[in-house]
T-cell receptor, first 117, second 115 residues
Framework: GAVVSQHPSWVICKSGTSVKIECRSL??????MFWYRQFPKQSLMLMAT?????????EQGVEKDKFLINHASLTLSTLTVTSAHPEDSSFYIC?????????????FGPGTRLTVL | GDSVTQMEGPVTLSEEAFLTINCTYT??????LFWYVQYPGEGLQLLLK?????DKGSNKGFEATYRKETTSFHLEKGSVQVSDSAVYFC??????????????FGKGTLLTVNP
């Protein structure tokens, strides 16, 4: 199947700093990418949907100025957590869809563990 | 809104035991239903899916049948292996247009199979 990578796999930062997480589709062009957040023993919660070359669509309750998403190319999307606080500590997962239909299969990255001290 | 409820884990079984992980859903209309598996250190992978009532999805010995009357999509396997140890997620997706292609996940069930 198609491969999606995330970098870094884990990161620890100080409160108030910004952290960037990369999501790459390695062997296909991703027209749409999704960013999820997962708390311990909780389901994946969709944060935002990004389409290459356009602004991301955020889910209700997600602060777009805090979670900046850039989908600048067909193989790369980035999530920047700005002015991070301990409550932003979580597991962040991206997924990507190839082709033109949003109903195509989503391929998931392995996730990034963010810890804010 | 849409929701997925799956049985709480963790589930611990011996090799060759029978596995059932229950999943029920609430959604408008007729969603597609999915089971994803996440092995340690890896991303979620699609295990199987069903797109309409009475469909049976199957893969790697796992099966699940879309039961509209009970709004369920229970995952089963007749004989589990140690290599099946993973977290299993049930999910649904609406099939109408617009932004309704988003996935809604259950909380996941950790399965551990002992030799």
């Amino acid at each position: 199947g198609a491969v999606v990578s995330q970098h870094p796999s884990w990161v620890i930062c100080k409160s108030g700093t910004s952290v960037k997480i990369e999501c790459r589709s390695l062997d296909f062009q991703a027209t749409t990418m999704f960013w999820y957040r997962q708390f311990p023993k909780q389901s994946l919660m969709l944060m935002a949907t990004s389409n290459e070359g356009s602004k991301a669509t955020y889910e209700q309750g997600v602060e777009k100025d805090k979670f900046l998403i850039n989908h600048a190319s067909l193989t790369l999307s980035t999530l920047t957590v700005t002015s991070a606080h301990p409550e932003d500590s979580s597991f962040y997962i991206c997924s990507a869809i190839g082709g033109l239909s949003p109903y195509n299969e989503q391929f998931f990255g392995p996730g990034t563990r963010l810890t804010v001290l | 809104g849409d929701s997925v409820t799956q049985m709480e884990g963790p589930v611990t079984l011996s090799e060759e035991a029978f596995l059932t992980i229950n999943c029920t859903y609430t959604a408008t209309g007729y969603p597609s239903l999915f089971w994803y598996v996440q092995y340690p250190g890896e991303g979620l992978q699609l295990l199987l899916k069903a797109t309409k009532a009475d469909d049976k999805g199957s893969n790697k010995g796992f099966e699940a049948t879309y039961r509209k009357e009970t709004t369920s999509f229970h995952l089963e396997k007749g004989s589990v292996q140690v290599s099946d140890s993973a977290v299993y997620f049930c999910a649904l997706r609406r099939n109408s247009g617009g932004s309704n292609y988003k996935l809604t996940f259950g909380k996941g069930t950790l399965l551990t199979v002992n030799p």
